[in-house]
């Protein structure tokens, strides 16, 4: 079956430690890949999303992703994390043919520590 | 802003009671979702919507229905709500085309006893 896996379920560091959480898919052909945070007590909302072009992709508050077709991952990634990153992450991938619809992963529980 | 609004953010319900969520998002989005939030497993798609009174199974539909009668509004229906169906719910709508994102509502922490 098709997947999305984040094999970080969950992740402790300290403040200005670097960040990576894992993300891999199952698909084949064109994907369209995100990054969710749900910070505790808010909605989900969008960190960062790659469609197309430069692999390595920006998003808000320092994070960003590199999408790597070959290995099926888009890694989540930060240089220096604060305790406001204390968060759950979830990868989530738009598959071929599935419209808008998104498949999440299981989510990586991210506490930073002071 | 887009916002996204749930009618409930906690409600109890007991067993075999039938059980309605409302969303209503005011961005004249397409298409509509409900997920289910536990925890180790993420978010699962319920069901979506991507026009009025138009509706798919997502991954997950046993024991729920949905209705779209008006665009800005989605519902989410447990017929006989069970003990297994305690969970947050998360009512999520987007624009038409897989590159835009969705946005979320705040969740409802459903619980039956």
């Known amino acids: 079956a098709q997947s999305v896996s984040q094999h970080n379920h969950h992740v402790i560091l300290s403040e200005a430690a670097s960040l990576e959480l894992g993300c891999n898919y199952s698909y084949g052909g064109t994907v369209n890949l995100f990054w969710y945070v749900q910070y505790p007590g808010q909605h989900l909302q969008l960190l960062l999303k790659y469609f197309s072009g430069d692999p390595l992709v920006k998003g808000i508050k320092g994070f960003e992703a590199e999408f790597i077709k070959s290995k099926f991952s888009f890694n989540l990634r930060k240089p220096s994390v604060q305790w406001s990153d204390t968060a759950e992450y979830f990868c989530?991938?738009?598959?071929?043919?599935?419209?808008?619809?998104?498949?999440f992963g299981t989510g990586t529980q991210l506490k930073v520590e002071l | 802003d887009v916002k996204v609004t749930q009618s409930s953010r906690y409600l109890v319900k007991r067993t075999g009671e039938k059980v309605f969520l409302e969303c209503v998002q005011d961005?004249?989005?397409?298409?509509m979702f409900w997920y289910r939030q536990d925890p180790g497993l993420g978010l699962r798609l319920i069901y979506f919507?991507?026009?009025?009174?138009?509706?798919e199974k997502g991954d997950i539909p046993e024991g729920y229905s949905v209705s779209r009668e008006k665009k800005e509004r989605f519902s989410l229906i447990l017929e006989s709500a069970s003990t297994n169906q305690t969970s947050m719910y998360l009512c999520?709508?987007?624009?038409?085309?897989?590159?835009?994102?969705?946005?979320f509502g705040p969740g409802t922490r459903l619980t039956v006893t």
């Open positions: 999520a709508s987007s624009s038409q085309g897989p590159r835009y994102e969705q946005y």
């Open positions: 989530a991938v738009n598959a071929p043919g599935g419209g808008n619809k998104l498949t």
């Open positions: 961005m004249d989005h397409e298409n």
């Open positions: 919507s991507y026009d009025v009174k138009m509706k």
